[in-house]
């Protein structure tokens, strides 16, 4: 069994659009650090073709003057939730029935439209407790509908009573049963398998510390993801989960809150990526109160945000290899805010560069296609966006591009 395949997700959309010459440009290229000054990127058939100096060939029939401003890979957003159940902060149980699923799936479309007019061409969702995700995937990758490419998880994996299971994961107790809902979403076509093991932080019952799955519980769905040949993610927000899901073979980390010297050491050795999401926590403890947020979720979020920031800084040390993510996308935290993950990521500590790989070909690396997407060479897939200024000086100027381009199709252009 395996999930979708890469042809699955880069879809059909592409065909007949004209082929793309964007002149006078500065290109970067954040996984080697390259520019080019005055350059033409050629994108023919979805995918770059070329980017070199000189004029427009006549095969040009669609050309976009940058005029000296920056072009980029696409950004990828390695974790998401497009049609989640978390609507409220105090979470009231929300059962799967045909109008809640109708319902946010069509809140995912639009949450999707938004995030791909931002300059995110990728992005992975991690968690849908119904089988609408998977029907999103195949509409942004036949064009029916207007979003990233997509990889999905589908449902997350969750002990009874344990983080998640009222918005985005389905429960499980003992390993067979872990098994049985794993392969279940691998049957629906899953390209991870997302399991937690530590509490959801902006809840009222959330604890600091401690797992909620045993070793075998954990070992059991990282075993079946890994025998289906996909990875598996693992939320997991402290110090003993972390190690205990890495140890277990975790291919990535989600929000890693508490990652002590040991633990980076043990994902930088294993190669287990960390997708920190910190703005998401930060965000509740600038703007909590005028977003209705409970005092003592506020407060949680104060405390654990100093924390976070540190941990991802130690880990990025180490040498953990960084996809970014911002956990956006419900109605709690609506996407196209990309830029403030990637800003803040840097107000910490991350030098820009770095901070720009994690957000293309590092994340790529995360989604496990990287040689497809997140680079600006040719070959790789026509996701561009365009940028005025300099994102390497300001990581703001990514707050607006005036040019987003997937797979070859123009999906935004501003003339100012």
Known sequence: ??????SDIFGTGQQGLPNLAIVEARVLDPASGAIQEG?????EGGTIRGIEPGAVPGSAELVINARGRTILPGLIDAHVHFASFADTHDQEMVGVTPE?????TLRGAASAARML???????RDLGCKHTGIFGLRQAFATGQLRGPRLLVAGAGITMTGGTAHRSCAMEADGADAVRQVARGQVRWGADFVKMFISSGILHPSASEGGIQYTREELGAGIEEAHRAGMPAAIHASWDEGIRLSVELGADTIEHGHEITELAAKQMAERGAFLVPTIWHYQRIALHGKEMG???????????????HAESMIRAWKAGVPIAAGTDSGGPRYPS???HLELCYMAEVGMNPLDVLRSATWGAAR????????????????????????DPLDDLSTLRRPWLVVKAGEVVLRRDD
């Open 1 to 6: 069994m395996k999930g979708t395949l890469i």
């Open 39 to 43: 350059a033409t990127v050629y994108v």
């Open 100 to 104: 809640t699923m109708v319902a946010s």
């Open 117 to 123: 007019a931002s300059g995110v061409t990728t992005a």
């Open 293 to 307: 947020v409970a005092q003592v979720i506020i407060d949680r979020a104060r405390k654990v945000s100093r924390l």
């Open 336 to 338: 196209g805010s990309f």
């Open 366 to 389: 995360c989604l496990r296609i990287d040689g497809q997407i997140g680079r600006m060479e040719p070959g790789y897939a026509g996701d561009l966006i365009g940028v005025s200024g």
